[in-house]
T-cell receptor, first 113, second 108 residues
């Protein structure tokens, strides 16, 4: 079982560059989430999606965009990378019932220099 | 916001039980309390969740207060591999708020 797969695992960007972090899940989960985790801190929700075509903002959405064209994929886009976006990014998914556990990917470590 | 309160850090000796507390006074009547943990340099992983009764699985036990405003994650015999940050989560709404969790140190 692949579960939740994130690519790339590591990336270094220059200020002002753009990139897309990929996330795909093979569990047919409706809900998908993007979190960021700064050093020594907990996870903060960036965006989430309750199904294909539906997305919504979390705690820290500024500087990011998402789309959900399929059930499997939930890419996160940085349009103009800034040093404050240096972080570890985690994607997660869960089933329809909010009392079902979330499944996490291994994360993408992103540095903006 | 569906927030929880946990101590920032705890220590335990290896092979002794560990009780990790959490307050979740605003949890709704039909929502389960969830626990996750995050090992160093890894993503969070699900540990256990429960509604009202005490719950057990191969990783841990969860004791839920009768008024459901608090719970305790119990690791029966801490090992060095249990050193991690433990998060309890109230899943109210569609968002999961992780907070900063409890950092557990296991002393050999």
């Amino acid at each position: 079982n692949a579960g939740v797969t994130q690519t790339p695992k590591f990336r270094i960007l220059k200020i002002g560059q753009s990139m897309t972090l990929q996330c795909t899940q093979d569990m047919n989960h409706n809900y998908m989430y993007w979190y960021r985790q700064d050093p020594g801190m907990g996870l903060k929700l960036i965006y989430y999606s309750v199904g294909a075509g539906i997305t919504d903002k979390g705690e820290v959405p500024n500087g990011y965009n998402v789309s959900r064209s399929t059930t499997e994929d939930f890419p996160l886009r940085l349009e103009l990378a800034a040093p404050s976006q240096t972080s570890v990014y985690f994607c997660a998914s869960r089933g329809r019932n909010r009392n079902q556990p979330q499944h996490f990917g291994d994360g993408t470590r992103l540095s903006i220099l | 916001d569906a927030k929880t309160t946990q101590p920032n850090s705890m220590e335990s000796n290896e092979e002794e039980p560990v009780h990790l507390p959490c307050n979740h006074s605003t949890i709704s009547g039909t929502d389960y309390i969830h626990w996750y943990r995050q090992l160093p340099s890894q993503g969070p992983e699900y540990v256990i969740h429960g509604l009202t009764s005490n719950v057990n699985n191969r990783m841990a036990s969860l004791a839920i207060a009768e008024d459901r405003k608090s719970s305790t994650l119990i690791l029966h015999r801490a090992t060095l591999r249990d050193a991690a940050v433990y998060y309890c989560i109230d899943p109210s709404g569609n968002q999961f708020y992780f907070g900063t969790g409890t950092s557990l140190t296991v002393i050999p």
